[in-house]
């Protein structure tokens, strides 16, 4: 099955730094590539999402880079702020991307 | 914009007994949703994905006699946990995509608590 790695596990940014988290995954045949961001006790939710024929989106302070050679993707976050400390999750898809796959998690923490 | 909810987000329950976890897309018809496991400070684990219609189908290690999955609707699909055990205690998180290939919304998810 799919291995999805999350690197770095734990990140401390101080406010307004920027945060780039990777995810590595094993399946070529994946074509679909969200970041979940996870509070405490709550479901994920969705922050941005790309497919596999783009290598770059970005949504205001949110980004996602894709490398599918090297099949791994990347969210990058802008101008933390202590809102954005959570648990963010990639989980990539195939087929109709419905399957997803989670990483393994990475906890962001923004500090002021 | 797309919301799945969940119900309840609490439960408590004795062991022996079974309780019956809902999933419903709000404003959207789903024929597929999904169920998550998630234990504190992991991951979210697939269990099973739920079809309408059809029955359910489950990944390796989930016993299908134990988590009993109805898709009876486009709109609702519920998990049940028969003869919980405290090591049933987790939290369960369900997913349904808009439309076929689609984004992939989750609910709030619901904490099991067996005692």
């Known amino acids: 099955g799919e291995n999805v790695e999350q690197h770095p596990s734990t990140l401390s940014v101080q406010e307004g730094d920027s945060a780039v988290i990777k995810c590595t995954y094993s399946?070529?045949?994946?074509?679909?590539f969200p970041w979940y961001k996870q509070e405490l006790g709550k479901g994920p939710q969705l922050i941005i999402d790309?497919?596999?024929?783009?290598g770059e989106k970005k949504d205001q302070r949110i980004a996602v880079t894709l490398n599918k050679t090297a099949k791994h993707f990347s969210l990058h976050i802008t101008e933390t702020q202590p809102e954005d400390s959570a648990v963010y999750f990639c989980?990539?898809?195939?087929?109709?991307?419905?399957?997803?796959?989670f990483g393994t998690g990475t906890q962001l923490k923004v500090e002021l | 914009g797309a919301v799945v909810s969940q119900h309840p987000s609490r439960v408590i329950c004795k062991s022996g007994t079974s309780v019956k976890i809902e999933c419903r897309s709000l404003?959207?018809?789903?024929?597929?949703m999904f169920w998550y496991r998630q234990f504190p400070k992991q991951s979210l684990m697939l269990m099973a994905t739920?079809?309408?219609?059809?029955?359910?189908?489950?990944e390796q290690g989930v016993e299908k006699d134990k988590f009993l999955i109805n898709h009876a609707s486009l709109t609702l699909s519920t998990l049940t946990v028969t003869s919980a055990h405290p090591e049933d205690s987790s939290f369960y998180i369900c997913?349904?995509?808009?439309?076929?290939?689609?984004?992939?919304?989750f609910g709030e998810g619901s904490w099991l608590t067996v005692v």
């Open positions: 790309i497919r596999s024929n783009v």
């Open positions: 739920s079809n309408e219609g059809s029955k359910a189908t489950y």
């Open positions: 399946d070529s045949a994946s074509n679909y």
């Open positions: 404003d959207f018809q789903a024929t597929t």
């Open positions: 997913s349904a995509p808009q439309q076929a290939g689609g984004t992939i919304y």
């Open positions: 989980a990539p898809g195939r087929g109709g991307g419905n399957k997803l796959t």
